[in-house]
């Protein structure tokens, strides 16, 4: 009787983590949009580097965001029994890392995989919007060598 329980929280759980990874990666976009200006290649380049920073620590705080959801989650519920536990479980479980030293109840399991499965889905989501970014740079780089010859 507490499958069906577990599986809303889980999808509750997926659906914000997934509003909250729509929400940061269009606010990055704009953010990236908006640093664009003309001006000299190397200082254009300097900017685009720190742009692939500001973007990489965005998506860190993204990530640490939702791991942090499912953590305050487990410790509401009384699924791990502290906070550290919680975020340590949590993170293994997101980066689908999964030590196995320190364990949900058999009541949370199913979450817990969920968790997982999630996580490396926001994590894939992240990784092909930070390759299309270099790929920007790449492409700004070949410009400007064109450009100079």
């Not at 329980?5 to 509750?12: D, I, K, R």
């Not at 997101?94 to 199913?110: A, C, K, Q």
């Not at 996580?119 to 410009?143: C, N, P, Q």
């Amino acid at each position: 009787m507490h499958l069906p329980v577990e599986l809303a929280a889980a999808s509750m759980l997926v659906g914000v983590t997934c509003a909250i990874h729509l929400f940061g990666i269009a606010a990055l976009m704009l953010l990236l949009r908006r640093h664009r200006r003309r001006q000299q290649a190397s200082a254009m380049l300097l900017r685009e580097g720190l742009a692939i920073a500001g973007a990489a620590a965005g998506l860190f705080v993204l990530h640490g965001a939702e791991i942090w959801l499912y953590a305050g989650f487990y410790l509401a519920v009384g699924a791990l029994p502290s906070l550290e536990a919680a975020l340590y479980f949590s993170t293994a479980s997101y980066t689908t890392v999964g030590y196995g030293d320190v364990v949900l109840e058999p009541g949370w399991r199913v979450l817990g995989a969920i968790e997982s499965a999630n996580g490396i889905i926001l994590l894939g989501w992240s990784t092909a919007f930070f390759v299309a970014i270099v790929s920007r740079i790449r492409w700004l780089e070949s410009e400007i060598e064109s450009a100079q010859e």
